[in-house]
């Protein structure tokens, strides 16, 4: 007698992890060519690439195609995949992404005490240029230094840069690790200060400092994050807007699709475009955060200003049936 095909589930999504949004608007701010989504998600399918068993959230998928058709629908033609703790240090999805990109996509990885100087070699010709530390504690145990050197250890040679996933007050208690580490740091999501402490705040004050040193990068993105106020969250607005005044060559911006470990129901995308114009609302401004810095910190090719992305497109246009169809 034959044994029945084992059944491969879905893993029902964590609470804190809601599906994007149904019908993101296009965006009316028209971003320069080669601009860069410099913060993406890759997540599944679970029923193709299992999450990591020892995971702490699960996901709603967001597979390679679906984040493709949403970055076309913004008018964003490049992009960096970075690995979510979800898939722990198995890199299949973000290798599968980076492969079907055709030099699209750049990619950040999860290095793990298992994580062989191969694998790294592979992951870099992949498209990996930074590795990924976790400080929150709904994530990890945050990394001792002993596992930060020898992170950096094996990555050495490469011209990787180390990005921080921390909350603002750990940005002010880690000030001095900051400021130690070799080659360009990048911080998350502005670290994900708390605007209710004033603009004065020791976390502000610890990161204008870091961004300031001229090593430390600064991802302005996850306004929806920090903002105390909603969409389409003014106050975060102004906060990530003077940081693109302070450091107009080290900031970069992303997406955060599709919205991991939120509260209440995942942002428009096409909102969160729109509020480019408010963040860099000089065109020099926009294209350095959009198209050069990414292009210097990530290692892609060069864009013209006037001419297209050299790369592949990025993927399927919208189809009428797609979460990401235009808002009427």
Known sequence: MTEPALRVTHPAPSPGCPPPHPAPRRPTLVLPPGSC????????????????????????????????????????????????????????????????????????ALVGERTTRVEIEELHRAGVRAFRLNFLPHLRIAPTREEIDSVLERVDGLGWACELHLTGAEVADHEALIRSLPGRVVIDHLARVDLGDGAHSPALRSLRRLVDSGDVWLKVSGVDRVSRQGPPYADAVALAASFVRQAPDRVVWGTDYPHVNIRGAAPDDGLLVDLLADIAPDPVLLRRLMVDNPAELFDFPPVSGDQPDPGDPPGPPVSPDSHVEQQT
């Open 37 to 108: 989504d410099a913060h993406c998600h890759i997540l599944g399918p679970a029923t193709v690439f299992p999450y990591a068993p020892e995971r702490t959230f699960t996901p709603v998928d967001a597979p390679k195609e679906q984040v493709a058709a949403l970055h076309a629908h913004l008018g964003l033609s490049r992009a960096v995949v970075v690995q979510s703790s979800c898939n722990g240090h198995d890199h299949r999805t973000l290798l599968d992404a980076l492969t079907a990109g055709r030099g699209t996509l750049r990619g950040v």
